[in-house]
């Protein structure tokens, strides 16, 4: 049997699905709280060059995902084409991502770990979501002005080896070779501070 | 009180966060998503009291049906995120009423300002069609464009943006 498992395509057993989002998000709360990623004086001493935790859990889980993913899908008990790609909107993306870095130092948590500091009794963190939960409402009441950007220079599910005409082993390689690059640096960053 | 316990390893909490990437890329076919949980609960809200001012916004309606996006799975993968960052936390002893700031900033200007942040990053994350999680982990690993563009821009931002703030936060 290959995964995705089929259960979920037929859309029966939704109980299941929904039981599975829980277990994933639980998963995923608990890694971003034993990191230390609900505090946000930790979080960005990442953007001073003090306390890389941010880069370090993100492409350890980056890398690891990507080796597994590309390995399960050799072995045949993944089949990647079934698991959904995001999106590309190159300008939209790069204008948001514009966007929501300089939000992210300026309330020091991201979505994910804003989540997890409200939980644990941080009033930074609620706030914060509170935040941006106003401003993703603001955002789509006032959207008319913004829908044109926001639909341009799409590209649907495309991916780096589609767009570098390699094969997909090759860029998974280039991948982990930078990432390690980045995982070396963010080591020597943190030694020099 | 106990003493919270220290951080776990970056490496290894980074392992463990791959793993349950990975366990969603196999279990559902999809990676993990945070912004959409907040861009479908306002599109939910919007709808309830104006449906056709929540159709009519081309950011909420792909949340009310026209686009697929599973509103339930994100809100239920939130919840998760919201349980799991509880029992970390509480079997760590890190479970505390606290606003956690820079040594040089009040409580309230932090507060003012991981408001505004959280406002601008709404924006941004509804803009590109997600955020750290569902773009840049997800889609990192992934390997889509538009996730390392985002990872790009989304690093630049914050980096540029720091020198600013350095008042708030050293």
């Known amino acids: ?193 | 009180m106990t003493r919270p316990r220290a951080y776990a390893d970056p490496y290894l909490a980074g392992l463990f966060l791959g793993l349950v990437l990975l366990t969603a890329f196999l279990v559902a076919g999809r990676g993990l998503g945070i912004s959409g949980a907040f861009a479908g609960s306002a599109a939910g809200t919007v709808s309830m009291l104006s449906p056709s001012r929540a159709q009519g916004s081309a950011l909420f309606s792909r949340y009310l049906g026209g686009d697929g996006l599973d509103r339930a799975w994100l809100l239920a993968e939130v919840a998760g995120v919201i349980i799991g960052g509880f029992l970390s936390a509480f079997f760590a002893g890190r479970l505390r009423a606290a606003v956690e700031r820079g040594p040089h900033i009040g409580s309230r200007r932090r507060l003012v300002l991981a408001f505004a942040g959280g406002a601008v990053m709404g924006l941004g994350a509804a803009l590109a069609r997600g955020c750290t999680s569902g773009l840049a982990l997800t889609g990192g690993a992934l390997l889509s464009v538009g996730s390392w563009v985002f990872m790009g821009a989304a690093f630049a931002g914050a980096y540029l943006m720091a020198p600013v703030l350095r008042r708030a936060w050293r």
Do not use: N
């Open chain 1, 1 to 193: 049997m290959s995964a995705p498992l089929p259960v979920f395509d037929a859309g029966s057993a939704r109980v299941l699905e929904l039981a599975a989002a829980l277990a994933i998000g639980v998963g995923f709360g608990w890694a971003l709280e034993r990191a230390g990623l609900a505090s946000a004086p930790k979080l960005v001493g990442q953007f001073y060059g003090t306390d890389l935790t941010v880069f370090k859990v993100m492409f350890t889980a980056i890398l690891v995902a990507l080796l597994g993913s590309f390995w399960l899908a050799r072995l045949d008990v993944l089949d990647l084409a079934r698991v959904s790609v995001p999106d590309t909107f190159l300008l939209p993306q790069l204008a948001g991502g514009l966007l929501f870095g300089i939000g992210f130092v300026v309330a020091g948590l991201c979505p994910g770990t804003s989540c997890v500091a409200a939980a644990t009794g941080r009033g930074d963190g609620l706030v914060a979501v509170a935040g941006m939960f106003c401003g993703v409402l603001l955002t789509g009441l006032l959207f008319a002005p913004l829908a044109r950007f926001y639909e341009s220079t799409g590209h649907a599910a495309w991916t780096l080896p589609e767009a570098l005409h390699l094969p997909y082993g090759v860029v998974v390689g280039l991948v982990v070779a930078a990432g390690l690059a980045g995982l070396c640096a963010a080591e020597w960053i943190e030694g020099r501070a």
